[in-house]
Structure formats: structure tokens, C-alpha cells
């Protein structure tokens, strides 16, 4: 192993993170690679992104969100929604329409267009997820599930 990566010394005055054993930063890591193993299969074949395509998988379970209730339900950043709605929105894929109550307010769902690409890519990603989990025995993936929706807010 070269110096310059070899882990930094711990001292009196820095005690770095031990990041291969600090939860949330394992926790991003196996997400960041499960979710580029995904996008493979669909960043070029359909120039989507992995913020569009989670934009798209959210519309299609939830129709009639606002721009706000996307960023809340993905927990992604509002600024990051907003220019993967307005590129789908250009793209064809989500309808903008206002709100019958609030002129204010954006309603949001897929098109034709989108329906049809998320149609194609939902079963791609539940291939991805089914080999992540193929890892698993039975009861690891229940203890998996259990444990998620325990420590998920």
C-alpha cells in the first residue's frame, strides 16, 4: 500500500472517522453502488439519471405530488428535484399541471412517454434488487427488512 493511502494517524488533535466501520458512510457506500449498478442498465440506453429515475419511480407510486413532496418522499435535495423535473418535464416524460385548489401549487405525473420508460426500467432495477438480495439467505433478507424499516425515520 502506497503512503498517500495508507490510513492517517489518529493524535491528540485529530481522531479521524474510521469510515469502513462508521455506519452512515457504509451505509452511502453499498447505496451509491447498488444505485450505479442500476443506472447502468438505463443512463444510456434512455439518458436518464439516477435522480430522474428516482423522480419517475416515485411519480409512478404516488401520482399528483408536488415538487416538495418529491424531494421529501425521496430525500433528495430540493434543487436536485427541481432540475431532474425540469428536465423531464422538456423531455416529455412528466406533466406539470396546476393544482385545481392552489394556482400556486404544481401537480405532477408521468406521461405516456414516462409511463413507458418506467415501465421498462422498474423491472430492470427489481432484477438489480433481486441480485443484491440473492446475497442473502431467507432470514438474513428478513432481518434486512427489519432492520431498515426500524432505523428508517
Do not use: C
Request: no cysteine; net charge neutral.
Amino acid at each position: 500500500m502506497s503512503a498517500k493511502h495508507k490510513p492517517a494517524p489518529a493524535t491528540a488533535e485529530h481522531a479521524p472517522l474510521q469510515l469502513e466501520h462508521f455506519l452512515p458512510y457504509r451505509l452511502s457506500i453499498l447505496s451509491n453502488t447498488i444505485s450505479q449498478a442500476i443506472a447502468d442498465d438505463y443512463q444510456s440506453r434512455f439518458d436518464l439519471s439516477v435522480t430522474e429515475w428516482r423522480v419517475m419511480a416515485v411519480l409512478g407510486r404516488y401520482a399528483g405530488l408536488s415538487a416538495r413532496e418529491v424531494a421529501e418522499r425521496t430525500a433528495m435535495d430540493k434543487v436536485a428535484v427541481s432540475r431532474a423535473l425540469a428536465r423531464l418535464v422538456e423531455a416529455g416524460r412528466v406533466d406539470r399541471a396546476t393544482h385545481d385548489n392552489d394556482k400556486r401549487r404544481s401537480v405532477l405525473s408521468l406521461t405516456e412517454a414516462g409511463w413507458a420508460m418506467h415501465d421498462e426500467v422498474a423491472p430492470m432495477a427489481r432484477v438489480r434488487e433481486r441480485e443484491v438480495l440473492a446475497r442473502l439467505d431467507a432470514e438474513e433478507r428478513a432481518w434486512l427488512m427489519r432492520i431498515l424499516d426500524k432505523l428508517q425515520p
